[in-house]
């Protein structure tokens, strides 16, 4: 995502923002009813449809290792890595854009863009799916809109989500109250992973939750506006002053000090030590590190990407904590990230 110029000043609490779209086409059973002949068909469809400049990768060439790292990043679902049937990844990085082939539904196409840019990847989105649309019947009813596998899918078939950082509303415990309030709007808060996914780092996924009877304006306008509102509140509750601002730069100073100098970091501790030195970013208590080089880093360190990238290895905890360590102080020491 490194491409993509971010236009705002929110990413003190937004770390990105991301589009799906879920489509079908007519005339195919939904994905667990196909039988391998028909998969392959619709991938070589969709390929077609796609163009020369998406990628395809078939995912039975993919290793479980590979297939955990792109769903550390967000390109897939972790039900899309453990699909055995015929199943395929195309991508565009110069549009941020990853469609995953037979997942739930035969098309789930979405664009993932840093900082708060809905809008964007909503247009890069659209543009594959008119690509899609010219080329193949989608499956789409004109009382129901797009037809999909998940009922609460109909409608548009859009996901619109923002991945926001609120260390402030969770430490005062706003996030219970956050969290109804938002279900009342129609849209829902999770984890880092989506649905059933733990927090971590004091990370948060916020989506709609209806497609069906909205139009994509409505769902992007609501969602942005909420967002907007979330920015806000975490904002004002970081202030803070006397002994307990002193404590809060005391611990932001020492999570610096253990990711600039620690020779083993764990993924649990990386969260933690992450969510410290975000916030002293973002205060402007730290000035020697951006926050896009901490954007950077809270996807690279994870288990499967940091082994990749060693070349492999190490496979074991120790050793890999071990060269998490020593990538973190790589990243944070390059003056020019």
Not at 41 to 46: H, L, P, T
Not at 177 to 196: A, D, F, M, N, P
Not at 200 to 224: F, H
Not at 292 to 307: C, I, N
């Amino acid at each position: 995502m490194a491409w993509y110029q971010v236009k705002g000043n929110e990413t003190d609490v937004v770390i990105s923002s991301r589009v799906r779209l879920a489509r079908n086409l007519q005339g195919y059973p939904f994905e667990e009813r196909l039988t391998a002949e028909a998969a392959t068909e619709i991938i070589e469809k969709i390929e077609k449809a796609l163009g020369a400049d998406f990628k395809r990768t078939d995912m039975a060439d993919v290793t479980p290792l590979m297939a955990e790292s792109m769903v550390e990043k967000h390109f897939i679902s972790r039900d899309f890595a453990k699909t055995k049937s015929p199943h395929a990844l195309f991508t565009n990085e110069n549009r941020s854009l990853y469609l995953m082939a037979l997942e739930e539904d035969h098309v789930r196409l979405q664009c993932i863009l840093p900082g708060l840019a809905l809008r964007d990847a909503y247009q890069f989105a659209v543009e594959a799916d008119e690509r899609l649309d010219a080329a193949l019947p989608l499956a789409f009813d004109e009382q129901l809109g797009y037809l999909t596998h998940c009922p609460t899918n109909l409608g548009t078939g859009l996901r619109a989500s923002v991945m926001l950082f609120l260390p402030a509303l969770t430490e005062r415990g706003y996030m219970p109250s956050l969290t109804h309030q938002l279900t009342k709007l129609g849209l829902t808060i999770r984890g880092l992973y989506g649905e059933g996914s733990g927090t971590r780092g004091s990370l948060y996924q916020i989506s709609n939750q209806v497609t069906l009877g909205l139009s994509e304006e409505d769902i992007l306008t609501k969602l942005e506006e909420t967002v907007n509102t979330i920015i806000e509140k975490e904002r004002k509750a970081r202030v803070l002053s006397g002994e307990a601002a002193a404590i809060r730069e005391d611990r932001i100073h020492r999570a610096e000090g253990v990711l600039r100098y620690a020779t083993r970091i764990s993924s649990a501790e990386f969260f933690t030590l992450f969510e410290s030195l975000k916030l002293g970013v973002a205060l402007g208590l730290i000035d020697s590190i951006k926050a896009e080089t901490l954007h950077t880093l809270l996807f690279h360190v994870l288990p499967a990407t940091l082994t990749l990238s060693e070349g492999g290895a190490p496979e074991d905890g120790a050793a890999r904590d071990a060269a998490r360590a020593a990538y973190i102080k790589r990243v944070l020491e390059d003056k020019k990230l």
